[in-house]
C-alpha cells in the first residue's frame, strides 16, 4: 500500500487508514498542511506474526497515539515491535518511558496500554514492524511490561541476532515473500530469539521453555555456518567449539531438521556456488576458483556434486547463463 496513487489531499487520511488496519487501532497526527508527504507499507503474515516495511516522509510532525478508547474499541492482545533500519529517529513512549533508535535497534509496546511513537519534524523514516499475540511470547506479561518503550542494542549480542534476522526478512519481503508453512517456521525462530534475547535481558532464563532455548540455538549456529561458509575448516567441531556445547550435542540439534550438519553446510556452499556462477560479473572466474572460494577444494568432487544436485555440470549450467561464448580469462603473457 502506497500514497504515490492517493492525491496529495487525501493522502494523510489514507495514511491514517492504512496504519490502523496494518497495525492496530490508533491516531496518526500528520501535519494536514504536508501535502508532500510519502508513506508506503508492505506487509506478510508469518503464521500469527504480522510483518510489515513501513517508509514515509513527513516535511512536518509525525506521531501515532494508541489511547485509552482505542483500546476499548479494539481489545487486540499483542505487542508490537518496531525496528529502525534508517532513517530518522523513531522514538516510542510508555508506561512512563521513552525510547529513541538508531538503525539496527528495536524496542517493544504493548498494545493493550496507552502509547506514543513520533519522530522529528522534516524526517524520513524506514523501520520494520511486527505484531504478534502476547500469549506467543513465553515470558510472563508483568515481567515484559519492564521492557516497553525500553532501547534493545541490535549490535551486539541476542539483540543483534534478533536485528539481523527482521533485516533479512525485510531484504526478502518484496522479492521473494515468505508465505505458509515456511512462514510458520521462520515466526517460530523469530519468537524464541526474541523470547531468549528478552529473559536474557531480564535475568529470567528460567522462564523460557528448553524448546526455545534450542530454537534460538540453532538459529545461531545457522547464522554462524553462513558467515563462515568460505572458511574451508569450517566443521561440526569448530561449530560446537564457537558455540560452546559438544559435538554430539551439536549433532542432536540436528536430529530434527531437514539436513544433517554436514549436509546443510554442503548445501548453502553449492548454493552460492551456483549463484557466482550465474552472476554476470564473475563470468571470468574459472569454475574452479569459484568452488575453491566456498570450500570445494578437489574441482573433480565440486563437478560431480553440483551436477547430483542441480542436475547438470556446472560448465553448463554457467553456459546456460550466458551462452556458449562464456568470456574466458586472458591468457597469461610470456
Known amino acids: 500500500m502506497c500514497t504515490d496513487d492517493v492525491a496529495p489531499g487525501e493522502r494523510i487520511d489514507y495514511w491514517q487508514h492504512v496504519t490502523s488496519e496494518n497495525f492496530v487501532r490508533c491516531t496518526t497526527r500528520i501535519d494536514q498542511r504536508d501535502d508532500g508527504f510519502w508513506g508506503r507499507v508492505v506487509s506478510t503474515n508469518l503464521g500469527a506474526v504480522h510483518y510489515s516495511l513501513v517508509e514515509y516522509t513527513a516535511s512536518g510532525s509525525y506521531e501515532i497515539f494508541r489511547s485509552a478508547r482505542h483500546i476499548r474499541q479494539d481489545e487486540s492482545d499483542e505487542y508490537l515491535l518496531e525496528l529502525q533500519l534508517g532513517g530518522a529517529a523513531v522514538v516510542l513512549n510508555q508506561d512512563g518511558r521513552e525510547a529513541g533508535f538508531i538503525p539496527g535497534d528495536f524496542g517493544f509496546l504493548d498494545v493493550t496500554r496507552p502509547s ?108 554462524f555456518i553462513d558467515r563462515h561458509l568460505d572458511d574451508p575448516d569450517l566443521s561440526p567441531k569448530n561449530i560446537a567449539t564457537a558455540h ?79 551462452g556458449p561464448g562464456v568470456v574466458r580469462p586472458p591468457a597469461p603473457k610470456p
Not at 502476547?134 to 518503550?149: C, E, K, S, W, Y
Not at 540439534?253 to 531437514?258: D, G, S
Not at 572460494?293 to 556434486?305: A, E, K, N
Not at 547430483?308 to 560448465?315: D, K
Request: hydrophobic share 40%; aromatic share 8%; glycine share 6%.
Open 116 to 223: 506514543h511513537l513520533g519522530c522529528a519534524p522534516r524526517s524520513s523514516v524506514r523501520a520494520v514492524t511486527v505484531t504478534f499475540p502476547r500469549h506467543l511470547l513465553p515470558i510472563r506479561v508483568d515481567n515484559v511490561a519492564r521492557l516497553t518503550a525500553v532501547r534493545i542494542d541490535g549490535q551486539r549480542g541476542m539483540g543483534q541476532l534478533v536485528s539481523n534476522f527482521l533485516v533479512g526478512l525485510a531484504d526478502n519481503l518484496e522479492g521473494d515473500p515468505v508465505e505458509g508453512a515456511d512462514g510458520v517456521r521462520l515466526s517460530t525462530a523469530l519468537l524464541d530469539l526474541l523470547a531468549v534475547a528478552l529473559a536474557g535481558r531480564l535475568e529470567r532464563d528460567s522462564e523460557v521453555p528448553p524448546e526455545s532455548h534450542r530454537g534460538a540455538l540453532l538459529t545461531r549456529v545457522y547464522a
Open 244 to 322: 560452546h556445547i559438544s559435538t554430539r550435542y551439536l549433532h542432536k540439534l540436528f536430529e530434527t531438521e531437514e539436513a544433517t550438519v554436514v549436509e546443510w553446510i554442503r548445501t548453502r556452499r553449492l548454493e552460492q556456488c551456483r549463484r557466482h556462477l550465474a552472476d554476470p560479473a564473475q563470468q571470468t572466474e574459472p569454475v574452479s576458483v569459484i568452488a575453491a572460494r566456498w570450500g570445494f577444494r578437489d574441482p573433480s568432487y565440486f563437478s560431480r556434486l553440483f551436477r547430483a544436485t542441480y542436475g547438470i555440470p556446472p560448465r553448463e549450467y554457467r553456459i546456460l547463463h550466458f
